[in-house]
């Protein structure tokens, strides 16, 4: 058990990544929970803290280009295209490790998962260690994503040392991840970086969501993302209907309703801006998961840009 500290000191932060200890860190998507990428004993270390298993490979994060090929064997050209369009940001790309980054941030995979993250204190502290850091989102296995230090604090306290405070996630949807094939670009995420984006700079990508275990991308089971509670997706004025009003939550995008207690009704974007409405997404399933009531009920919304990536996750938090 540890006695979890929430601040934002590096040099503290840094000192416990160099003895193999883990450090939950803010970055745009989500807080992650992360160790030395290099080092096996430090890497168990999160599996055991998020009760994760073995088979759901972590993201690997780095602050530079250059570093990324100390640890990848090669960038196809569209990777590198997208790297250098969108990195630090968003995007995880998935390319051949090489021998230095353990099977055990890889679950014996041949890619490794790597994205350098758009933070400020994490790419200080990124740039002060002399290795990368892995780091899954910072939430129990099968839970929502943190966006805040106090989200990981609820959740993990007394099982990591320090929580580094970097304010809340300004994305707040984990990032979008992209494989290789051939010349095929392949996203197996939704993210926080949008499909649209991406063509521009690649043209057509292939959208191969993963929907139960495999070996191409384990993290994307159904149940992923899920609340405690039951969450309904479909049209809010007609489930309204099916449900006592008692014991409902409203998660809508733009409106509210009437006739239900306005401390169970969130919307995700009253001006319909589809960044705030991801910005808002985790944050409000966990207060909606809080509510005396027994049924989220919710709506997709319009499936554009970061609308996909909310979709997605809004049809995983129901379990379909
Ligand atoms: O935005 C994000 O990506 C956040 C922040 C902390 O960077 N991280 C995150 O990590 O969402 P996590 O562990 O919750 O999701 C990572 C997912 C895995 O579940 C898996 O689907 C995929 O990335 N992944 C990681 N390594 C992989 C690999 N070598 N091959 C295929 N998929 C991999
Ligand atoms: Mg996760």
Request: proline share 7%; charged share 20%.
């Amino acid at each position: 058990m540890f006695n979890t500290e929430t601040g934002n000191d590096l040099l503290r932060a840094k000192a416990f990544l160099e003895s193999s200890e883990i450090v939950a860190i803010p970055t745009e998507t989500v807080y992650g929970l992360a160790a030395n990428a290099l080092d096996v004993s430090a890497v168990v270390k999160v599996f055991q803290a998020k009760n994760r298993p073995s088979f759901d490979p972590l993201i690997v994060h780095t602050d530079k280009l250059e570093k990324v090929r100390s640890f990848v064997q090669a960038l196809p050209p569209q990777a590198s295209v997208l790297a250098e369009a969108f990195w630090p940001g968003p995007l995880t790309l998935l390319l051949p490790k090489k021998e230095i980054v353990p099977d055990i941030v890889t679950s014996g995979l041949p890619n490794v998962a790597v994205r350098i993250p758009d933070h400020p204190l994490t790419l200080s502290l990124l740039s002060m260690l002399s290795f990368p850091l892995a780091a899954p989102s910072a939430n129990p296995f099968g839970y929502v994503s943190p966006t805040k230090a106090g989200h990981v604090m609820d959740q993990l306290q007394g099982k990591i040392p320090y929580i580094l405070d970097g304010g809340e996630s300004t994305v707040g949807i984990e990032s979008t991840i992209i494989g290789f094939s051939g010349t095929d670009v392949i996203v197996y995420r939704l993210g926080g970086m949008s499909v649209e984006a991406i063509e521009k700079l690649v043209g057509k990508v292939t959208i191969t969501l993963q929907s139960s275990s495999n070996p191409q991308a384990p993290g994307m089971l159904i149940s992923h993302y899920a609340p405690r509670k039951q969450v309904v997706v479909g049209k809010i004025s007609e489930l309204i209907q099916q449900y006592n009003s008692e014991e409902i939550g409203i998660l809508s995008f733009r409106e509210s309703y009437y006739g239900i207690n306005a401390e169970h009704q969130m919307t995700l974007s009253a001006t319909g801006d589809m960044e705030e409405a991801a910005r808002h997404l985790f944050a409000s399933l966990r207060k909606m998961d809080n509510l005396p009531i027994k049924v989220i009920i919710t709506e997709l919304v319009p499936d554009h840009g970061l609308g996909r990536a909310i979709n997605d996750r809004l049809r995983r938090a129901s379990g379909k």
